[in-house]
Protein backbone atom coordinates (compact mmCIF):
# COMPACT_ATOMS: atom_id res chain seq x y z
CA UNK A 1 0.00 0.00 0.00
CA UNK A 2 1.35 3.43 -0.67
CA UNK A 3 0.88 6.09 2.32
CA UNK A 4 2.46 8.56 3.96
CA UNK A 5 3.53 7.47 7.26
CA UNK A 6 4.31 9.94 10.44
CA UNK A 7 5.77 9.35 13.74
CA UNK A 8 3.26 9.11 16.95
CA UNK A 9 3.71 8.74 20.13
CA UNK A 10 5.01 5.00 20.67
CA UNK A 11 5.26 4.52 17.33
CA UNK A 12 8.32 2.93 15.64
CA UNK A 13 7.29 4.30 12.22
CA UNK A 14 9.37 7.45 10.44
CA UNK A 15 7.94 10.14 9.19
CA UNK A 16 7.76 9.65 4.97
CA UNK A 17 6.28 8.03 2.01
CA UNK A 18 6.03 4.26 1.23
CA UNK A 19 4.76 2.25 -1.24
CA UNK A 20 5.08 -1.19 -2.53
CA UNK A 21 8.71 -1.69 -3.67
CA UNK A 22 10.29 1.46 -2.34
CA UNK A 23 12.95 -1.34 -1.11
CA UNK A 24 13.74 -2.70 -4.36
CA UNK A 25 13.30 0.69 -6.11
CA UNK A 26 16.40 2.39 -3.41
CA UNK A 27 18.65 -1.01 -4.19
CA UNK A 28 18.71 -0.58 -7.91
CA UNK A 29 20.38 2.04 -7.40
CA UNK A 30 23.39 0.53 -5.70
CA UNK A 31 23.02 -2.63 -7.94
CA UNK A 32 25.81 -2.49 -10.44
CA UNK A 33 25.09 -1.46 -14.19
CA UNK A 34 24.83 -4.59 -16.75
CA UNK A 35 26.19 -3.28 -19.53
CA UNK A 36 28.48 -1.08 -20.84
CA UNK A 37 28.35 1.68 -23.31
CA UNK A 38 29.78 1.44 -26.31
CA UNK A 39 31.06 3.97 -28.46
CA UNK A 40 29.12 4.53 -31.92
CA UNK A 41 32.01 6.94 -33.90
CA UNK A 42 29.45 6.55 -36.86
CA UNK A 43 26.76 8.34 -35.27
CA UNK A 44 29.09 10.84 -34.12
CA UNK A 45 30.18 14.55 -35.23
CA UNK A 46 33.65 15.50 -33.77
CA UNK A 47 34.39 12.62 -32.04
CA UNK A 48 37.79 13.18 -31.37
CA UNK A 49 37.55 16.49 -29.88
CA UNK A 50 34.08 16.90 -28.85
CA UNK A 51 32.82 16.32 -24.61
CA UNK A 52 29.37 16.76 -25.45
CA UNK A 53 27.71 13.57 -24.98
CA UNK A 54 24.32 11.27 -26.37
CA UNK A 55 23.64 8.13 -24.79
CA UNK A 56 21.15 5.69 -26.49
CA UNK A 57 19.59 3.76 -23.80
CA UNK A 58 17.85 3.32 -20.56
CA UNK A 59 18.78 6.44 -18.17
CA UNK A 60 18.48 3.81 -15.16
CA UNK A 61 21.75 1.74 -16.53
CA UNK A 62 23.37 5.16 -18.03
CA UNK A 63 23.39 7.21 -14.97
CA UNK A 64 25.09 4.09 -12.84
CA UNK A 65 27.77 4.01 -15.68
CA UNK A 66 28.10 7.74 -15.96
CA UNK A 67 29.20 7.42 -12.22
CA UNK A 68 32.73 6.92 -12.79
CA UNK A 69 33.69 9.49 -14.74
CA UNK A 70 30.79 12.21 -13.66
CA UNK A 71 30.40 11.28 -9.88
CA UNK A 72 29.55 14.96 -8.17
CA UNK A 73 30.63 17.28 -11.65
CA UNK A 74 27.66 18.08 -13.25
CA UNK A 75 26.28 21.62 -12.71
CA UNK A 76 22.86 20.88 -13.18
CA UNK A 77 20.60 18.69 -14.58
CA UNK A 78 16.93 19.40 -16.30
CA UNK A 79 14.46 16.38 -16.50
CA UNK A 80 11.37 16.39 -18.25
CA UNK A 81 9.99 12.84 -17.21
CA UNK A 82 6.56 11.01 -17.96
CA UNK A 83 4.06 13.07 -16.02
CA UNK A 84 1.77 9.76 -15.50
CA UNK A 85 -0.94 11.32 -17.18
CA UNK A 86 -2.16 8.14 -18.00
CA UNK A 87 -0.71 8.66 -21.30
CA UNK A 88 2.58 8.71 -21.70
CA UNK A 89 4.80 4.96 -21.11
CA UNK A 90 6.22 3.55 -18.15
CA UNK A 91 8.56 1.75 -18.68
CA UNK A 92 8.62 -1.39 -16.20
CA UNK A 93 11.67 -1.67 -14.09
CA UNK A 94 11.23 -5.08 -13.54
CA UNK A 95 14.68 -5.39 -12.28
CA UNK A 96 14.77 -9.52 -12.44
CA UNK A 97 15.13 -9.29 -16.05
CA UNK A 98 18.15 -8.52 -18.44
CA UNK A 99 18.60 -5.31 -19.87
CA UNK A 100 18.45 -7.14 -23.10
CA UNK A 101 14.79 -8.22 -22.11
CA UNK A 102 14.08 -4.51 -20.96
CA UNK A 103 15.51 -3.10 -24.39
CA UNK A 104 13.59 -5.77 -26.47
CA UNK A 105 10.57 -4.22 -24.52
CA UNK A 106 11.73 -0.56 -25.52
CA UNK A 107 12.17 -1.45 -29.30
CA UNK A 108 8.63 -3.44 -29.54
CA UNK A 109 6.97 -0.93 -27.79
CA UNK A 110 3.50 -2.02 -29.32
CA UNK A 111 3.95 -5.48 -29.07
CA UNK A 112 4.44 -7.66 -25.72
CA UNK A 113 7.47 -9.44 -25.31
CA UNK A 114 7.95 -13.03 -25.14
CA UNK A 115 7.26 -12.83 -21.44
CA UNK A 116 3.85 -11.10 -22.27
CA UNK A 117 5.03 -7.48 -20.57
CA UNK A 118 4.77 -4.15 -22.17
CA UNK A 119 5.12 -0.97 -21.50
CA UNK A 120 2.51 0.08 -19.85
CA UNK A 121 0.29 3.31 -20.60
CA UNK A 122 -0.45 3.51 -16.95
CA UNK A 123 -3.95 4.44 -16.48
CA UNK A 124 -5.30 6.31 -13.53
CA UNK A 125 -7.67 2.88 -12.81
CA UNK A 126 -4.47 0.98 -12.37
CA UNK A 127 -4.09 -0.31 -8.57
CA UNK A 128 -0.12 0.70 -9.37
CA UNK A 129 -0.91 4.49 -10.83
CA UNK A 130 1.52 6.15 -8.35
CA UNK A 131 3.59 2.87 -7.38
CA UNK A 132 4.76 2.63 -11.03
CA UNK A 133 5.79 6.07 -11.62
CA UNK A 134 7.43 6.38 -8.03
CA UNK A 135 9.59 2.89 -8.84
CA UNK A 136 10.74 4.22 -11.75
CA UNK A 137 11.77 7.89 -10.07
CA UNK A 138 13.14 6.48 -7.37
CA UNK A 139 16.37 5.10 -8.29
CA UNK A 140 16.50 7.92 -10.86
CA UNK A 141 16.54 10.54 -9.28
CA UNK A 142 19.12 9.12 -6.61
CA UNK A 143 22.08 8.54 -9.37
CA UNK A 144 21.01 11.79 -10.64
CA UNK A 145 21.88 13.70 -7.12
CA UNK A 146 25.25 11.83 -6.52
CA UNK A 147 25.90 13.24 -10.34
CA UNK A 148 25.83 16.62 -9.19
CA UNK A 149 28.84 18.95 -7.25
CA UNK A 150 28.31 20.77 -4.48
CA UNK A 151 26.52 23.68 -6.21
CA UNK A 152 24.59 21.81 -8.76
CA UNK A 153 20.61 22.11 -8.99
CA UNK A 154 18.48 19.68 -10.63
CA UNK A 155 15.14 21.16 -12.12
CA UNK A 156 12.25 18.78 -12.85
CA UNK A 157 9.26 19.48 -14.99
CA UNK A 158 6.24 17.56 -13.59
CA UNK A 159 2.59 17.88 -13.92
CA UNK A 160 -0.37 18.19 -10.87
CA UNK A 161 -0.52 13.96 -11.20
CA UNK A 162 2.81 13.13 -9.20
CA UNK A 163 3.58 16.69 -7.84
CA UNK A 164 3.05 16.02 -4.04
CA UNK A 165 4.80 12.62 -4.83
CA UNK A 166 7.88 14.06 -6.13
CA UNK A 167 8.07 16.80 -3.95
CA UNK A 168 8.45 13.82 -1.19
CA UNK A 169 10.36 11.80 -2.37
CA UNK A 170 13.17 14.68 -3.28
CA UNK A 171 12.76 15.93 0.09
CA UNK A 172 13.71 12.38 1.39
CA UNK A 173 16.84 12.14 -1.22
CA UNK A 174 17.88 15.69 -1.43
CA UNK A 175 16.23 17.41 1.93
CA UNK A 176 13.92 19.73 2.80
CA UNK A 177 16.09 22.65 3.48
CA UNK A 178 17.75 21.77 -0.28
CA UNK A 179 14.63 22.44 -1.83
CA UNK A 180 15.36 25.67 -3.63
CA UNK A 181 11.56 26.10 -4.77
CA UNK A 182 8.60 24.90 -7.11
CA UNK A 183 8.23 27.05 -9.93
CA UNK A 184 4.63 26.96 -11.83
CA UNK A 185 5.07 27.75 -15.56
CA UNK A 186 2.28 28.35 -17.69
CA UNK A 187 2.71 25.82 -20.28
CA UNK A 188 -0.51 26.69 -22.47
CA UNK A 189 -2.98 29.70 -22.82
CA UNK A 190 -6.18 28.17 -24.82
CA UNK A 191 -7.37 24.82 -23.41
CA UNK A 192 -10.91 23.64 -22.89
CA UNK A 193 -10.14 20.20 -21.64
CA UNK A 194 -10.60 19.00 -18.00
CA UNK A 195 -13.49 18.20 -16.03
CA UNK A 196 -13.55 21.74 -13.48
CA UNK A 197 -10.60 23.52 -14.38
CA UNK A 198 -9.12 23.70 -17.93
CA UNK A 199 -5.93 22.42 -16.90
CA UNK A 200 -2.93 25.05 -18.37
CA UNK A 201 0.10 25.03 -16.03
CA UNK A 202 3.01 22.23 -14.78
CA UNK A 203 5.73 22.86 -12.83
CA UNK A 204 9.75 22.82 -12.15
CA UNK A 205 10.75 21.57 -8.55
CA UNK A 206 14.14 23.07 -7.86
CA UNK A 207 16.87 20.94 -5.79
CA UNK A 208 20.04 21.99 -4.70
CA UNK A 209 22.92 19.28 -3.46
CA UNK A 210 23.80 21.87 -1.18
CA UNK A 211 21.81 24.77 -0.80
CA UNK A 212 24.65 26.78 0.54
CA UNK A 213 26.61 27.06 -2.43
CA UNK A 214 24.04 28.09 -4.78
CA UNK A 215 24.10 31.79 -4.98
CA UNK A 216 21.21 33.20 -5.30
CA UNK A 217 19.14 33.09 -8.24
CA UNK A 218 19.07 36.55 -10.47
CA UNK A 219 16.54 36.72 -13.60
CA UNK A 220 16.95 38.09 -17.12
CA UNK A 221 15.74 41.50 -17.33
CA UNK A 222 13.27 40.92 -20.35
CA UNK A 223 12.04 44.09 -22.67
CA UNK A 224 9.19 44.65 -21.13
CA UNK A 225 11.10 45.67 -17.58
CA UNK A 226 13.27 47.32 -19.45
CA UNK A 227 10.28 49.49 -21.39
CA UNK A 228 9.02 50.66 -17.82
CA UNK A 229 12.34 52.81 -17.40
CA UNK A 230 11.07 56.03 -19.98
CA UNK A 231 12.36 58.21 -18.39
CA UNK A 232 15.79 59.96 -18.71
CA UNK A 233 18.94 62.26 -16.97
CA UNK A 234 22.58 62.93 -16.92
CA UNK A 235 22.78 59.35 -14.57
CA UNK A 236 20.62 57.30 -17.68
CA UNK A 237 17.27 56.08 -17.60
CA UNK A 238 14.65 55.26 -14.64
CA UNK A 239 11.25 54.64 -13.07
CA UNK A 240 9.62 56.00 -10.42
CA UNK A 241 8.29 54.40 -7.57
CA UNK A 242 5.82 56.23 -4.94
CA UNK A 243 8.00 57.23 -1.26
CA UNK A 244 4.94 56.86 0.35
CA UNK A 245 3.04 53.55 0.41
CA UNK A 246 -0.29 52.64 2.35
CA UNK A 247 0.80 49.20 3.31
CA UNK A 248 4.12 50.27 5.44
CA UNK A 249 3.60 49.57 8.84
CA UNK A 250 4.34 52.95 11.04
CA UNK A 251 8.13 53.03 12.14
CA UNK A 252 9.63 55.87 14.50
CA UNK A 253 11.76 57.42 12.22
CA UNK A 254 10.01 57.52 9.26
CA UNK A 255 7.43 60.17 10.17
CA UNK A 256 8.86 63.54 8.82
CA UNK A 257 7.75 66.54 6.33
CA UNK A 258 9.08 66.47 3.44
CA UNK A 259 10.00 70.14 1.44
CA UNK A 260 8.21 70.80 -2.27
CA UNK A 261 9.71 72.77 -4.83
CA UNK A 262 7.52 75.46 -4.12
CA UNK A 263 8.50 75.52 -0.65
CA UNK A 264 5.60 74.00 1.03
CA UNK A 265 5.41 71.10 2.80
CA UNK A 266 3.89 67.50 2.89
CA UNK A 267 4.04 64.36 4.62
CA UNK A 268 2.01 61.09 4.73
CA UNK A 269 -2.02 60.81 6.08
CA UNK A 270 -1.67 60.68 10.08
CA UNK A 271 -3.15 62.44 13.44
CA UNK A 272 0.25 63.66 14.72
CA UNK A 273 2.77 66.24 13.08
CA UNK A 274 6.02 67.08 14.23
CA UNK A 275 6.05 70.54 16.11
CA UNK A 276 7.98 72.56 13.64
CA UNK A 277 7.15 72.73 10.11
CA UNK A 278 10.71 72.32 8.60
CA UNK A 279 12.34 69.80 6.18
CA UNK A 280 13.08 66.61 7.86
CA UNK A 281 11.67 67.62 11.42
CA UNK A 282 10.04 64.25 12.58
CA UNK A 283 7.15 63.14 15.12
CA UNK A 284 7.16 59.80 16.48
CA UNK A 285 3.67 58.11 14.77
CA UNK A 286 1.13 57.62 18.07
CA UNK A 287 -1.14 54.79 16.34
CA UNK A 288 -1.25 52.50 13.07
CA UNK A 289 -3.18 55.57 11.80
CA UNK A 290 0.00 57.84 11.46
CA UNK A 291 1.39 56.87 8.23
CA UNK A 292 5.17 56.57 7.25
CA UNK A 293 7.37 56.90 4.47
CA UNK A 294 9.27 54.45 2.96
CA UNK A 295 12.54 56.18 4.03
CA UNK A 296 13.69 56.84 7.73
CA UNK A 297 15.08 60.30 8.10
CA UNK A 298 18.09 58.81 7.48
CA UNK A 299 17.86 57.93 4.30
CA UNK A 300 15.72 60.82 3.19
CA UNK A 301 19.02 63.41 4.06
CA UNK A 302 21.37 61.01 1.97
CA UNK A 303 19.22 60.13 -0.32
CA UNK A 304 17.09 63.58 -1.41
CA UNK A 305 18.78 64.04 -4.68
CA UNK A 306 16.85 61.13 -5.93
CA UNK A 307 13.44 62.43 -5.46
CA UNK A 308 10.79 63.64 -7.98
CA UNK A 309 8.41 65.36 -6.75
CA UNK A 310 5.01 65.72 -9.21
CA UNK A 311 1.96 67.58 -9.11
CA UNK A 312 -0.88 65.38 -8.64
CA UNK A 313 -4.86 66.27 -8.49
CA UNK A 314 -4.93 63.12 -6.50
CA UNK A 315 -2.09 62.68 -3.72
CA UNK A 316 -3.13 61.36 -0.17
CA UNK A 317 -0.35 63.56 1.25
CA UNK A 318 -1.04 66.32 3.76
CA UNK A 319 -0.19 69.97 4.53
CA UNK A 320 0.57 71.46 7.51
CA UNK A 321 -2.87 72.70 7.67
CA UNK A 322 -4.03 69.03 7.25
CA UNK A 323 -5.61 69.95 3.79
CA UNK A 324 -4.43 67.44 1.09
CA UNK A 325 -1.57 68.86 -1.32
CA UNK A 326 -1.28 68.95 -4.63
CA UNK A 327 2.27 67.88 -4.68
CA UNK A 328 2.99 63.81 -4.68
CA UNK A 329 6.72 62.40 -3.90
CA UNK A 330 8.66 59.50 -5.84
CA UNK A 331 11.82 57.91 -5.72
CA UNK A 332 14.08 57.02 -8.98
CA UNK A 333 15.61 53.98 -9.71
CA UNK A 334 18.04 53.24 -12.35
CA UNK A 335 17.74 50.84 -15.06
CA UNK A 336 21.61 50.24 -15.34
CA UNK A 337 21.41 49.62 -11.16
CA UNK A 338 18.98 46.71 -11.98
CA UNK A 339 20.83 45.52 -14.95
CA UNK A 340 24.10 44.94 -12.33
CA UNK A 341 22.42 44.15 -9.68
CA UNK A 342 19.63 41.72 -11.13
CA UNK A 343 15.78 41.00 -10.20
CA UNK A 344 15.20 37.99 -7.76
CA UNK A 345 13.13 35.81 -10.06
CA UNK A 346 9.52 35.35 -9.34
CA UNK A 347 8.45 31.58 -8.73
CA UNK A 348 6.70 31.86 -12.01
CA UNK A 349 6.43 31.91 -15.18
CA UNK A 350 4.63 32.82 -18.09
CA UNK A 351 6.39 33.90 -21.18
CA UNK A 352 7.99 30.06 -22.01
CA UNK A 353 4.98 28.18 -23.53
CA UNK A 354 4.79 24.80 -24.98
CA UNK A 355 3.96 26.52 -27.80
CA UNK A 356 7.73 27.85 -28.33
CA UNK A 357 8.87 24.54 -27.92
CA UNK A 358 6.97 23.31 -31.29
CA UNK A 359 8.09 26.50 -33.44
CA UNK A 360 11.63 25.54 -32.03
CA UNK A 361 11.57 22.38 -33.87
CA UNK A 362 9.29 23.73 -36.53
CA UNK A 363 12.08 26.49 -37.00
CA UNK A 364 14.79 23.12 -37.70
CA UNK A 365 12.60 21.60 -40.04
CA UNK A 366 11.65 18.77 -37.47
CA UNK A 367 7.99 19.58 -37.32
CA UNK A 368 5.53 17.27 -36.10
CA UNK A 369 8.28 14.61 -35.44
CA UNK A 370 7.69 14.91 -31.57
CA UNK A 371 4.83 16.27 -29.82
CA UNK A 372 6.20 17.19 -26.22
CA UNK A 373 8.77 19.20 -26.78
CA UNK A 374 9.40 22.16 -23.88
CA UNK A 375 10.71 25.35 -25.15
CA UNK A 376 14.33 25.83 -25.51
CA UNK A 377 13.88 29.16 -23.78
CA UNK A 378 12.48 27.35 -20.81
CA UNK A 379 16.31 25.97 -19.98
CA UNK A 380 17.81 28.78 -21.31
CA UNK A 381 15.98 30.69 -18.57
CA UNK A 382 16.68 27.87 -15.86
CA UNK A 383 20.98 28.24 -16.90
CA UNK A 384 20.42 31.89 -16.36
CA UNK A 385 18.68 31.70 -12.87
CA UNK A 386 22.05 29.41 -12.13
CA UNK A 387 24.41 31.57 -13.60
CA UNK A 388 27.82 30.55 -14.76
CA UNK A 389 29.36 29.42 -18.23
CA UNK A 390 31.07 26.89 -18.21
CA UNK A 391 30.35 23.06 -16.36
CA UNK A 392 28.05 20.11 -17.18
CA UNK A 393 24.55 20.16 -18.28
CA UNK A 394 22.49 16.97 -18.13
CA UNK A 395 19.27 16.30 -19.05
CA UNK A 396 18.04 12.33 -19.13
CA UNK A 397 14.78 11.59 -19.94
CA UNK A 398 16.46 13.87 -23.20
CA UNK A 399 12.91 13.35 -25.77
CA UNK A 400 13.76 15.72 -28.56
CA UNK A 401 17.15 16.78 -27.04
CA UNK A 402 15.62 20.31 -26.26
CA UNK A 403 18.24 21.01 -23.90
CA UNK A 404 21.21 20.40 -26.09
CA UNK A 405 19.81 23.63 -27.79
CA UNK A 406 19.72 25.74 -25.04
CA UNK A 407 22.94 24.53 -24.13
CA UNK A 408 24.27 25.25 -27.61
CA UNK A 409 22.27 28.41 -27.94
CA UNK A 410 23.52 29.91 -24.51
CA UNK A 411 27.34 29.25 -25.30
CA UNK A 412 27.19 30.76 -28.63
CA UNK A 413 25.78 33.94 -26.91
CA UNK A 414 27.80 34.15 -24.51
CA UNK A 415 31.13 32.41 -25.56
CA UNK A 416 30.33 29.66 -22.88
CA UNK A 417 31.98 26.54 -22.21
CA UNK A 418 28.86 24.38 -21.36
CA UNK A 419 28.92 20.79 -22.36
CA UNK A 420 26.05 18.48 -22.72
CA UNK A 421 25.10 14.71 -21.78
CA UNK A 422 21.67 13.74 -23.40
CA UNK A 423 20.51 10.43 -22.45
CA UNK A 424 17.38 8.93 -24.49
CA UNK A 425 15.55 5.47 -24.88
CA UNK A 426 15.62 4.30 -28.28
CA UNK A 427 12.10 4.52 -27.72
CA UNK A 428 9.75 3.44 -30.65
CA UNK A 429 8.53 6.19 -32.91
CA UNK A 430 5.14 5.20 -34.12
CA UNK A 431 5.14 3.29 -38.07
CA UNK A 432 2.43 5.78 -39.16
CA UNK A 433 4.26 8.90 -37.37
CA UNK A 434 5.99 11.59 -39.73
CA UNK A 435 9.50 10.78 -38.05
CA UNK A 436 9.37 7.12 -38.29
CA UNK A 437 8.03 8.05 -42.44
CA UNK A 438 10.60 10.20 -42.43
CA UNK A 439 13.37 7.79 -41.65
CA UNK A 440 13.81 8.36 -37.88
CA UNK A 441 12.36 5.27 -36.46
CA UNK A 442 13.43 6.35 -32.70
CA UNK A 443 13.35 9.30 -30.55
CA UNK A 444 16.53 9.20 -29.85
CA UNK A 445 17.33 9.46 -33.73
CA UNK A 446 15.26 12.47 -33.46
CA UNK A 447 17.48 13.88 -30.58
CA UNK A 448 20.30 13.44 -32.71
CA UNK A 449 19.27 14.68 -35.77
CA UNK A 450 18.11 17.49 -34.03
CA UNK A 451 21.53 18.99 -32.51
CA UNK A 452 22.81 17.81 -35.62
CA UNK A 453 20.53 20.64 -37.32
CA UNK A 454 20.89 23.05 -34.33
CA UNK A 455 24.89 22.97 -34.55
CA UNK A 456 24.77 23.51 -38.38
CA UNK A 457 22.60 26.45 -38.00
CA UNK A 458 24.67 28.10 -35.53
CA UNK A 459 27.58 27.54 -37.89
CA UNK A 460 29.68 25.31 -35.19
CA UNK A 461 31.90 23.48 -37.03
CA UNK A 462 34.07 22.33 -34.37
CA UNK A 463 30.97 21.70 -31.77
CA UNK A 464 29.82 17.58 -31.80
CA UNK A 465 28.77 14.93 -30.05
CA UNK A 466 30.01 11.20 -29.21
CA UNK A 467 27.08 8.87 -29.36
CA UNK A 468 27.23 5.47 -26.85
CA UNK A 469 24.75 2.76 -27.02
CA UNK A 470 24.53 0.59 -23.98
CA UNK A 471 25.77 -2.65 -25.30
CA UNK A 472 23.02 -4.88 -25.03
CA UNK A 473 21.18 -2.96 -28.02
CA UNK A 474 22.30 -5.54 -30.60
CA UNK A 475 21.01 -8.60 -28.67
CA UNK A 476 17.64 -6.78 -27.59
CA UNK A 477 16.79 -7.15 -31.17
CA UNK A 478 17.66 -10.89 -31.34
CA UNK A 479 14.80 -12.73 -32.10
CA UNK A 480 12.79 -10.00 -33.77
C1 LIG B 1 8.40 14.22 -21.85
S1 LIG B 1 9.64 13.54 -22.80
C2 LIG B 1 10.94 14.72 -22.67
C3 LIG B 1 10.84 15.82 -23.67
C4 LIG B 1 12.03 16.72 -23.72
N1 LIG B 1 12.12 17.53 -22.56
C5 LIG B 1 11.98 17.60 -24.97
O1 LIG B 1 11.91 18.82 -24.83
O2 LIG B 1 12.01 17.07 -26.06
C6 LIG B 1 10.25 12.22 -21.81
C7 LIG B 1 11.19 11.34 -22.58
O3 LIG B 1 11.80 10.43 -21.67
C8 LIG B 1 12.04 9.22 -22.38
N2 LIG B 1 12.19 8.13 -21.40
C9 LIG B 1 11.22 7.51 -20.68
N3 LIG B 1 11.75 6.55 -19.91
C10 LIG B 1 13.10 6.57 -20.13
C11 LIG B 1 14.18 5.80 -19.63
N4 LIG B 1 13.98 4.83 -18.76
N5 LIG B 1 15.43 6.09 -20.07
C12 LIG B 1 15.63 7.08 -20.98
N6 LIG B 1 14.63 7.84 -21.51
C13 LIG B 1 13.38 7.59 -21.08
C14 LIG B 1 10.83 9.06 -23.26
O4 LIG B 1 11.17 8.25 -24.39
C15 LIG B 1 10.52 10.51 -23.64
O5 LIG B 1 11.07 10.81 -24.90
Redesign the pocket.
Known sequence: MNGLNGATNGSPMRYGLTWNGKSRARRAAHTPARSTLVPCPEKSVNWDTTRNLLIEG???EALKLLQESYRRKVRMIYI???YNTGK??I?PDDFRYSVADYLRLTCQADRADQSGRRPMMNVETSGRYHTDWLNMMYPRLKLGRSLLRDGGVIFISIGDQELANLRLICNELFGEGNCLGCVARVAKRTSNKGTHFAPSKDYVLVYARRAECVAPFMDVVRPSYAARFAQEDERGHYATVGLYQAALDPRPNQRYWIECPDGSFVIPPGEVFPEEVADAAQVRPASRRDRVWRWSRQSYLEKRHLLVFKESARSPLLTPDGSLSKWNVYTKYYLEDRLKDGTRPRDYLDDVTNDL?TAALKRLGLDDF?E???PPELMRRLMHWLGGDEGVYM????????LAQAVLEQNAEDGGNRQFIL???P?PCPEDSVAAQSGYPT?ADICRERVRRVMAGLGDQDGGFKVFKLDATDCAMEGD
Open positions: DNLDPPDFYGFFAKDFFAGSGTVQLEI
